[in-house]
Nanobody, 119 residues
Framework: QLQASGGGLVHPGGSLRLSCAASGSIFSINAMGWYRQAPGKQRELVARASSGGMTNYADSVKGRFTISRDNAKNTVNLQMNNLKPEDTAVYYC???????????????WGQGTLVTVSS
């Protein structure tokens, strides 16, 4: 199970920090990341971090967003700076994980948290 938090309303140029925690008896987590879905648009990748620390970002957020991950705590955070109205969306936490050694890797999703950037 993934639990996300940290969304809200912010003015353009402001900052927000999203947090997500994976709970349960997790055997291993591969990648963790954040996706977003704006009204009328498809869900898109925002940022993702591998278990080894490699990160990748959508071009639209490079230089403004930073993803960080704590493997010991099974958490992933997204620091969002210089927010723009086009960043308005529901943000979803994602983790690719397995709950025991013999299980396949599966994608799990958090409940979504709304980020609204507006003056």
């Amino acid at each position: 199970q993934l639990q996300a938090s940290g969304g809200g309303l912010v003015h353009p140029g402001g900052s927000l920090r999203l947090s997500c925690a994976a709970s349960g008896s997790i055997f291993s987590i591969n990648a963790m990341g954040w996706y977003r879905q704006a009204p009328g648009k498809q869900r898109e990748l925002v940022a993702r971090a591998s278990s080894g620390g490699m990160t990748n970002y959508a071009d639209s957020v490079k230089g403004r967003f930073t993803i960080s991950r704590d493997n010991a705590k099974n958490t992933v955070n997204l620091q969002m700076n210089n927010l723009k109205p086009e960043d308005t969306a529901v943000y979803y936490c994602n983790a690719n994980l397995k709950y025991w050694a013999g299980s396949p890797w599966n994608d799990y999703w958090g409940q979504g948290t709304l980020v609204t950037v507006s003056s």
